[in-house]
């Protein structure tokens, strides 16, 4: 399966710029079978040479949701699938970009019909989008954008594949020399913690996925930078577990990680929870909260992945709480904040409210931060149809996971009995929290 994507940006850079259009077709690779696009706000002005090129300019995205307002979208129409581009480096580049900023590693095995129609049509004078379509006699309307754009690629992709067949091939990855080829075809499209060992069988990567297969293969086709090919030449075996759900993989994973401190997994060896929210006490008397990187002497009321994730997170209890966004590091300037011209402060920051009133209510916002109950057990798939995976919350810190047979669900000495001890620490107990702010979940309160 396949999604043949293209994007629009404010530039060339994917460290720097960001994305203003998305389109996405899914393809079987016979016809195509669904397509979703989007205007995307960048939140910062479209410069004028892009819109010379594009047709988008300010007013047009004004009004488009922010990236992380379809990202949930975008993952699921991509997973298990193999991202298609023109040039597939530059769309893809700019998507992981986009999810690193809000704590997301976004992973997709990939083709590039530049280098793909380079192998099929070889000698052609130029092999851009525009110019090797009407080489080639393929309608390309709407350039530019990226539904156009997308369409375009798909019709090439449809012509590269009548005449190489084999491209199609789940054999279209890089296998390291020691790793057999057994190993690759037997991979589980399920989720769970997998490991990369070298040829003295030590471990030095570990990863999760919800598709381990599909993970593990953009693995092997990912040469975006030197580190990346070290450890696919050192792979010489590999082994999985399976855990039946997205957050007991996680939680694994991050213990995993911790236990065995993996040559390629350094950076995760430490928290991946970089930033926090904090509060302070002002001169005043009012509490404030802020954003900050987490220091080891310091302990944040809760803790993100990325400071865009921190900041979505903090408005989002501002908004809900009346806060002002003064007093939440969120406004430039002095005076009346923004959030009190709209009605949304009751006027901290102008004096019209006292320190007690604000702090009753900042109290209550950071009640949002902590787990809401003490003692909870969350239920979510387990690794057979016959059970439930859980994970058990005790005395407000993360006690371990387990699964349970569904027919004893209802029992809570059974789900108590099923949970595997684990070491409760930060990083757990913000796994857990993350999860639950962006799923929905079944709890049983006990």
Known sequence: MYAIIDIETTGLSAKSEKITEVAIILHDGIKETARYSSLVNPERKVPYRITQITGINDQMVATAPKFYEIAKKIIELTEGRTIIGHNVTFDYNFLKSEFAEFGYDYQRPTLCTVKSARKVFPGQPSYS???????????????????GDAEATMKLFELIIANEPDLLSLNNYKLPKALQEEKIKSLPDESGVYYFLNSKGNVIYVGKSKNIRQRIISHLNNFSNKKAVDMIDNIADLKYTLTGNELIALLFESEEIKRIKPIYNRAQIRSVFSYGIFMETTK??????????????????????????????????????????????????????????????????VGKETPESYNTKVIDATERMRFRHKDFFLIERGVSAEEF??????????????????????????????????????????????????????????
């Open 284 to 349: 005043t008397g009012f509490y404030s909260l802020k954003i900050g990187k987490n220091e080891a002497l310091s302990l944040p009321l809760t803790a993100f992945a990325s400071l865009r994730e921190a900041k979505d997170y903090l408005h989002f209890l501002a908004d809900e709480f009346n806060l002002c966004h003064s007093f939440c590091g969120l406004n430039k300037g002095s005076g009346a904040c923004f959030s009190y011209q709209v009605h949304k402060c009751d006027g901290a920051c």
């Open 389 to 446: 995976g859980v994970v058990c919350v005790s005395k407000g810190s993360y006690r371990g996971f387990g699964y349970i047979p569904k027919n004893k669900i209802d029992d809570i000495n059974s789900l108590k009995n099923c949970i595997l001890e684990k070491a409760s620490n930060r990083d757990n107990n913000n796994i857990i929290l993350s999860w639950m702010r962006n799923h929905s979940y079944e709890m049983i309160i006990g």
């Open 129 to 147: 989008l525009g110019n090797i379509t009407k080489t080639l006699n393929i309608n390309h309307f709407n350039k530019h954008r990226a539904i």
